[in-house]
DNA sequence: CTTAGGG
DNA sequence: CCCTAAG
């Protein structure tokens, strides 16, 4: 008698169907699962880099004064805009069902209210905004998908965005210490301000599940105008993209209640009150594509936590970037020290300025006239060591975008230093004071740059070398991340395809014109000389949570990439409800089936990370509820742990001892036979 | 690839 | 969550 391989009858006696899901689908789903955790290292470390050098800041004197910026109460800035144009809005809307932050940067993971991360507006003049080309290098990321106006080039306005994510005690708490600064959206809510006339869109349609948050914010703009900082709340899991219509303007929208975000668009309950509870000043919205539990009937069933989560779907190209910025900066004349330090900058090929270094300037402020003075620095972005990818012409666009996305997170994710250059120097001496090396307060801190660099420097070309030939398929182009010294920073303001033509390394700028989809190319030249250095066009790679279908060039054995492990999600009481639904019905045995019948969405759960689940949520039913810990699991729940263990258990016993009595019943027969 | 268990 | 032996 053939032993039967799967139980058809569940908890309740009733025949059970699981369906059986092709295997290279399987295979690819726990590969994209592993390259969604490659990614968010990445950029959990980008966050770090980016989180440890934002510092106190404040507005630069000429800056504040220069502003005719009337705030509210909440240190919102509401101003009229001088000049023509549309007031900023950004929208951010909540819709579908689970919905989480990414991973990375919302931690749920401590209790304590997590804060959401902002998103940094900051503009000048006339507001134009646009995303440089190469920044377009995923089209979905760019903040600004489009910017209307083509005078980009010519003025000399300051335009950013930024949306700092992780961290956000980092990010935000301390800066919202500083009472003085008008500039700064003291209330995490929704309201963004910033000095931009384009709208914004931060949240796109299209998807079921796609969140979306409306950021209203006046804006005005002025120019020497600086910075206008607002935190606002930044979807994750959302497209952002600028809309394609300049003109179709809408009135600032201020979705916040009580100065906190709201949700628009929210379809159910759970997501916006998940949302008001415990999370009023948290605007963060997020969705969670993997939240979804299939299966799962429960009405019920919702979702309160807002863990950071990345999915990765395997079909269409869902977002869910971690944080999408896309910042455009340019130097004007007139601001010399208007021009921040950027960090966290996602350029992967900057063709006008240099590479692997950050954009010169650092807002300086002197504080605090005690004993010390100190430097303020606000590092807004942090140009990503150049990257050279090499891909056949013959490659999809979601491929590109994942060669990129690959890319980028070999470099953050294999280690970086930081370099400090000052007037066009690097600073070497790290016993410096920064005094001595002639940072301080009453010194323009606009010559002070910040770099990215590889820990360990290796030779560029070896990566370069790859031929087309290596390249397996069309879906799995080389990654040819390289590492340019920051020694040579200087110098390269040559296209990546003038470096290297020969090697046939496709210049990123290129292949961003035809990333387009929707709106209209603007395939500007990067020419424009004044748009040269400290125009760090930050544009953090949207978390192409798709499998990277790619793999990091083998012969370039980066860093001792230390396979980070997953981030902990602990499970909602939602999913235990799944989990144990499932279970019920399934047994203890068949965690694939489980995971397929309830979990089938959530990419992040395996089955074995289901069969763990069980195990602690068995042992957790045994003890005592003082000794639990985590968010409590209803006794109810735990009771059908209890009742449903004991049933398999037993079940498993059964069979056990059924199958004993077939051998038994079957090796006298052997025995006989061998006689 | 799945399970089952220990770590 | 990770790792791995086993099947």
């Known amino acids: 008698m053939v032993l039967e391989r799967r139980r058809d009858y569940d908890f309740y006696g009733h025949p059970v169907q699981i369906k059986r899901r092709a295997r290279s689908a399987r295979r690819r789903a726990k590969f994209q699962r592993r390259v969604e955790d490659n990614q968010m290292c990445a950029f959990d470390l980008l966050a770090t880099v980016a989180g440890k050098l934002f510092l106190q800041e404040k507005e630069h004197p000429l800056t504040s004064s220069d502003k005719s910026s009337e705030k509210d109460q909440q240190g919102f800035v509401k101003e009229e805009r001088r000049d023509a144009g549309e007031p900023f809005k950004a929208e951010l809307s909540n819709e579908g069902c689970h919905r989480r932050c990414d991973r990375g940067f919302v931690k749920d993971d401590s209790k304590k209210a997590d804060k959401p991360f902002k998103a940094e507006l900051s503009g000048e003049g006339s507001s134009d905004i646009k995303c440089l080309s190469n920044s377009q290098v995923q089209s979905e990321s760019c903040f600004f998908k489009e910017l209307p106006h083509s005078e980009i080039y010519g003025n000399s306005h300051v335009a950013s965005v930024m949306a700092n994510s992780s961290y956000p005690e980092r990010f935000g708490a301390e800066r919202l210490a500083d009472g003085k600064n008008h500039n700064k959206v003291e209330n995490l809510g929704s309201k963004v301000e910033l000095g931009l006339s384009s709208k914004v869109e ?79 000043n948290v605007p963060v919205v997020s969705r969670d594509d993997d939240e979804n539990f299939l299966g799962c009937d429960n009405p019920s069933f919702e979702t309160k936590s807002f863990r950071p989560i990345s999915r990765i779907g395997d079909q269409s190209i869902r977002k869910t970037l971690a944080a999408k910025y896309c910042k455009v900066a340019q130097q004007s004349k007139h601001d010399t020290l208007s021009n921040s330090v950027e960090v966290v900058n996602g350029n992967l090929k900057d063709t006008y300025t240099n590479p692997g270094m950050s954009s010169l300037g650092a807002h300086q402020y002197s504080s605090l006239g005690s004993k010390e003075s100190h430097v303020n620095l606000r590092i807004k972005s942090f140009r990503v060591p150049e990257l050279f990818i090499e891909i056949p012409e013959t490659a999809t666009i979601e491929s590109l975008k994942r060669s990129v996305m690959e890319a980028v997170t070999a470099v953050l994710g294999g280690g970086l230093r930081v370099g400090v250059i000052l007037q066009g120097k690097k600073v070497r001496d790290d016993n410096k004071t920064l005094l001595q090396a002639g940072i301080s307060h009453d010194n323009q801190l606009d010559a002070l740059g ?226």
């Open 202 to 280: 931060l949240g796109s349609s299209g998807s079921p599940d796609r969140s979306e948050c409306n950021l209203g914010g006046d804006v005005s703009k002025g120019k020497d105008e600086l910075h206008k900082f607002a935190k606002a709340p930044v979807v994750t899991s959302t497209e952002m993209r600028c809309l394609d219509d300049p003109l179709d303007e809408k009135p600032p929208v201020q979705i916040s209640s009580g100065g906190n975000a709201k949700l628009s668009g929210c379809v159910d309950n759970m997501s916006c009150s998940s949302l008001s509870e415990g999370y009023d």
């Open 450 to 675: 910040f770099t990215l660099e590889p820990i360990s420097p290796q030779s560029p070309t070896s990566l370069c070398a790859a031929d087309s030939r290596h390249i397996p398929t069309a879906d799995k182009p080389q990654l040819l991340p390289r590492y340019p010294s920051s020694a040579a920073i200087h110098q390269r303001n040559q296209s990546c395809s003038d470096v290297l033509p020969e090697h046939r390394v496709t210049s990123l700028g290129n292949l961003v014109d035809s990333d387009h989809d929707s709106a209209p190319s603007p395939v500007k030249t990067p020419v424009d000389k004044r748009l040269a250095d400290s125009r760090a066009l930050v544009t953090v790679p949207e978390m192409g949570m798709q499998a990277l279908s790619l793999l990091p060039v083998p012969q370039k054995p980066k860093r001792p990439e230390t396979v980070q492990r997953r981030i902990r999600r602990p499970f909602s009481v939602a999913e235990v409800e799944a989990l144990v639904q499932a279970v019920e019905k399934l047994g203890t045995g068949r965690w694939r089936d489980v995971k397929l019948r309830a979990f089938d969405n959530a990419k992040h759960r395996t089955y074995v990370d289901l069969k763990d689940k069980w195990k602690t949520l068995v042992h957790t039913a045994r003890i005592s509820p003082q000794q639990r810990r985590g968010e409590p699991v209803p006794q109810e729940l735990l009771d059908r742990v209890l009742t449903a263990h004991a049933f398999w258990s037993q079940h498993q016993t059964k069979q056990q001892l059924n199958k004993q009595h077939q051998q038994q019943q079957q090796q006298p027969q052997t025995c006989l036979l061998l006689q």
